[in-house]
């Protein structure tokens, strides 16, 4: 049985609208930033979800650590259900590494006390062992112990990057997500963050969700990745295969587009996203895809599975000779 | 090349603060920019690439001097540290701060137009032409749009238009596609490629990022703790790099081409540019330091056809193996 499971996921928000609109009666805007997901990580495995921005993954992200409360759908922790109200037991279990360490940390505190806080209120160790296993938590991120003593601002985007790390493993959690964690990182820094997250894996056997818009990071940390476009998954394969045979046109673009050594060549991909509030009645990807047909424009593809990795595409599927129900009207 | 360069950039160096307590986050950088050449700096935060960018283009920040001599092909005199060149124009990497928000795009556009004396109407036919050849659609009716109405690409177009505006030969580009999504860069990219193609325009493009210069620059240069590394044709200094520094970012950043290979890394952070280590500036992190890796002055050396180095032991890569790609 897979450790996570998300099962028809939907989030919707309502947009903020001005107070004339809202007077003269017009209902509000609702943006679905996730649409009707569903995929399932095995404990000990690493998931990438690839996108650009607005494509709905930290939404996503924000659902399964319990941030956001889904509008439709669930998520499920081995048997259980977990909705955005859990106890701290299962709170516990899923934590998160933000992009940005200089916000997500607080400021005013020492790294010390930030750590001892947690274990302490999560019960974590016998509060004679707090600052021995706070020790124990920096070493784990490669840090000395004397950075207990110091607030985040006098740290590296690094350390702190580590410490935030640290954090996340103080509560001994079960999966790891890591949204867009080394976005904001200089290359030579990025290395060893990705490095210290394929080690804590390896070692600690973390189930690990790795969220970023950088596809050769997710591609060297994840085992299967999920690509999503406003809001739905396009592609799900084995990373081998998405990078060598990516079947959906937007993953195709996407590897494409990434910047290659001496390659000047013609946009992978032209335009720019659908506007989410105005989404076309049939695949969302249909406006700026290079192989679009007819029942591309009147029929949204389901994503459906062939030979381990599903897509979301009628030209791709009829190639792959996938039997699909034709979901809807066409 | 034997023509003189578009631009010449001679011991350039940014001076903050006075007496015993001045520092120079950027010191003795030296380059060129021929006609319809696109020279990539490349560098980590804190390298002093943008500062250079600042310190060419006049725009360093209050309290800042610089250093060395600055020189456009057209004139033949230094420009001006605190005043913008003729023949220069910038754009940024964030360009929701870096565009007006209370003027209408159109109007930003057209503004350079209208100072080279061009008419109402005639500046705002202009600024749609424009806009259209950055490949905004729609432009008539965007160009009544105001900045935040736009998305990041599209607002990075603008903010080429406007640049374009002052017809500039040289192109300063400052991370200018780093805040916007991968099939964006990519327009962008080629975009720019275009436009020197068309233009005869030069670029001088900074990033962090050692795969989008490749992509787009004729030439790069490597820059590390406020002097240049390595400069030489982008595919010879990313294919064999003759800079242990230049190696070690090459080796940090996931590969497209391998992707099992585990990363080094580079050990160790940038050094504090109040407290430059004495000789080569990447010594304490290199590793193929040698004794007299210390006395060094900085200075380039050539390696090659058009490829300098600062390394006074770059044959410490190749022996390592890890010359070859």
């Known amino acids: 049985m897979s450790l996570l499971e998300v099962k028809d996921l939907t989030v919707r928000f309502a947009l903020e609208s001005p107070l004339q609109a809202r007077l003269a009666g017009h209902r509000r805007q609702v943006v679905t930033a996730v649409d009707d997901i569903s995929f399932s990580v095995e404990r000990g495995g690493s998931l990438g979800i690839v996108g650009e921005s607005g494509c709905g993954k930290s939404t996503l992200a924000r659902v399964i650590v319990g941030l956001v409360a889904p509008s439709a759908g669930e998520v499920r922790l081995g048997d259980v259900e977990v909705g955005a109200r859990r106890d701290r037991a299962t709170r516990r279990r899923i934590q998160m590494v933000f992009q940005d360490p200089g916000s997500s940390l607080n400021p005013a505190r020492t790294v010390g006390r930030t750590l001892a806080e947690l274990l302490r209120v999560h019960s974590m160790v016998p509060s004679g062992e707090v600052e021995r296993r706070c020790e124990e938590l920096l070493d784990l991120v490669q840090l000395p112990a004397s950075v207990l003593k110091v607030r985040p601002q006098r740290l590296s985007g690094g350390q702190r990057q580590r410490v935030a790390i640290a954090r996340a493993l103080a509560l001994e959690p079960e999966i790891l997500i890591a949204d867009e964690a080394v976005a904001a990182l200089d290359v030579s820094v990025q290395a060893s963050i990705l490095n210290l997250l394929a080690d804590l894996r390896a070692s600690l056997g973390l189930t690990l969700i790795f969220i970023s818009h950088d596809l050769a990071v997710v591609r060297h940390i994840s085992e299967r990745v999920i690509v999503m476009y406003l809001g739905r998954i396009v592609e799900s394969s084995p990373t081998a295969r998405l990078f060598e045979d990516p079947r959906h046109p937007y993953s195709r673009a996407l590897i494409a587009a990434a910047p290659q050594l001496g390659l000047i060549r013609a946009p992978a991909l032209s335009g720019e996203p659908t506007s989410p509030l105005d989404l076309p009645p049939g695949c969302r990807f249909e406006p700026r895809c290079p192989i679009s047909e007819d029942v591309c424009r009147q029929v949204e593809p389901a994503l459906i599975e062939f030979s381990g990795c599903s897509v979301a595409c009628h030209v791709a599927q009829r190639r792959d000779g996938a039997t699909h129900p034709r979901t809807g009207a066409s | ?325």
């Open chain 2, 1 to 325: 090349m034997s023509t003189q360069p578009l631009l010449s950039v001679e011991g350039l160096g940014v001076v903050i603060g006075r007496g015993p307590q001045a520092t120079r986050p950027v010191e003795a950088v030296s380059f060129t920019v021929s006609d319809g050449e696109a020279l990539g700096i490349v560098g980590e935060s804190g390298s002093g690439k943008s500062l250079t960018l600042r310190a060419v283009l006049g725009l360093l920040p209050a309290g800042a001097r610089r250093e060395g001599e600055v020189r456009m092909a057209s004139r033949g005199e230094t420009t001006d540290a605190h005043s913008l060149p003729p023949g220069m124009a910038m754009i940024f990497q964030e360009p929701m701060t870096a565009l007006n928000p209370t003027m209408r795009v159109g109007t930003l556009v057209a503004e350079p137009l209208r100072r080279r004396g061009l008419s109402r109407r005639e500046a705002r036919s202009g600024a749609v032409k424009l806009m259209r050849e950055v490949g905004i659609p729609d432009a008539e009716r965007r160009a009544r749009a105001w900045p935040h109405e736009l998305s990041g690409g599209l607002r990075q177009r603008v903010m080429i238009a406007a640049a374009l505006a002052t017809e500039p030969r040289l192109l300063l580009c400052d991370e200018p596609t780093t805040a916007l999504d991968v099939c964006i860069q990519d327009q962008i990219l080629s975009l720019l490629r275009r436009l020197m193609e068309e233009r005869g325009m030069s670029l001088l493009f900074v990033s962090h990022d050692l795969a989008v210069v490749g992509e787009l620059c004729d030439r790069v240069a490597i820059m590390y703790a406020g002097r240049i590394m390595e400069v030489g044709s982008t595919d010879t200094v990313l294919m064999e790099p003759r800079h242990p520094y230049t190696d070690g970012l090459r080796r940090s950043a996931p590969s497209m081409v391998d992707p099992a290979a585990r990363l080094t890394g580079i050990e160790g952070m940038p050094p504090d540019p109040r407290a430059f280590p004495p000789g080569c500036r990447f010594a304490p992190r290199c590793p193929f330091r040698q004794a007299d890796c210390d006395e060094i002055d900085g200075s380039l050396a050539v390696a090659g056809p058009g490829h300098s180095t600062a390394c006074i032991h770059p044959g410490s890569i190749v022996r390592e193996g890890a010359g070859a790609p």
